[in-house]
């Protein structure tokens, strides 16, 4: 099946940990994107990618990184810089083909600190 | 910043009733899209509308754009209990550079 996958489901971090949240996706997409979700809130852009080895930030890309090494990856690294890390993170990809197109999300990184 | 503004934040109906969400914009967009989220999970594309359409239908679902006002409307009819959900409508520049969210409406169908 083609899909996007976020790994894990829930994540657990301890106050000055670093920690990487998968996404990977076999649609063949150029694009991938970074979202956080905050509880009643919509959604925010961390960072995005159009191409391998080349990335941008979003909105709120303080305290994250991220890498595109493979047309099929975009992890997020989730810093101790970021100081309120805990939310529901969301990965997406799509076409970038010139023409508009929808997003494919992810089913979601649920980060809580402890 | 966010660029959309659904309203109502929520809304309750019975069963068989249609459910009409709007979504305000501040800037110019290349095309607007709406998505359905349920609690928990990933979001899912409902339907996508140009900057130069009016409107536009998928199944019960019925979108329409007035660009001079900024806004968009998603009706959905004859609403069953598994339309409860999240609807956020996103806006796109054009350009890869993802979509921009508004803060969602909160849908619920009571049978």
């Known amino acids: 099946d083609g899909g996007i996958t976020q790994s894990p489901k829930y994540l657990f971090r301890k106050e000055g940990q670093n920690v990487t949240l998968s996404c990977e996706q076999n649609?063949?997409?150029?694009?991938m994107y970074w979202y956080r979700q905050d509880p009643g809130q919509g959604l925010r852009l961390i960072y995005y990618?159009?191409?391998?080895?080349?990335?941008q930030k979003g909105d709120i890309a303080e305290g994250y990184s991220v890498s595109r090494e493979k047309k099929e990856s975009f992890p997020l690294t989730v810093t101790s810089a970021q100081k309120n890390p805990t939310a529901f993170y969301l990965c997406?990809?799509?076409?970038?083909?010139?023409?508009?197109?929808?997003?494919?999300f992810g089913q979601g990184t649920r980060l809580t600190v402890v | 910043s966010q660029q959309g503004e659904e309203d109502p934040q929520a809304l309750s109906i019975q069963e068989g009733e249609n459910a009409t969400m709007n979504c305000s914009y501040k800037?110019?967009?290349?095309?607007l899209q709406w998505y359905r989220q349920n609690s928990g999970r990933g979001l899912v594309h409902l339907i996508l509308?140009?900057?130069?359409?009016r409107e536009k239908h998928s199944g019960r679902l019925r979108v329409t754009l007035d660009t001079s006002k900024k806004s968009s409307s998603l009706l959905i009819t004859a609403s069953r209990a598994a339309d409860t959900a999240s609807y956020f409508c996103?806006?796109?520049?054009?350009?890869?550079?993802?979509?921009?969210f508004g803060k969602g409406t909160h849908l619920i169908i009571q049978p």
């Open positions: 509308i140009r900057s130069n359409e």
């Open positions: 649609l063949n997409h150029d694009a």
């Open positions: 800037t110019s967009i290349n095309n």
């Open positions: 997406a990809s799509r076409h970038d083909r010139g023409l508009p197109t929808e997003a494919f």
């Open positions: 990618s159009q191409i391998v080895n080349d990335f």
């Open positions: 996103a806006t796109n520049g054009g350009g890869a550079d993802g979509l921009t």
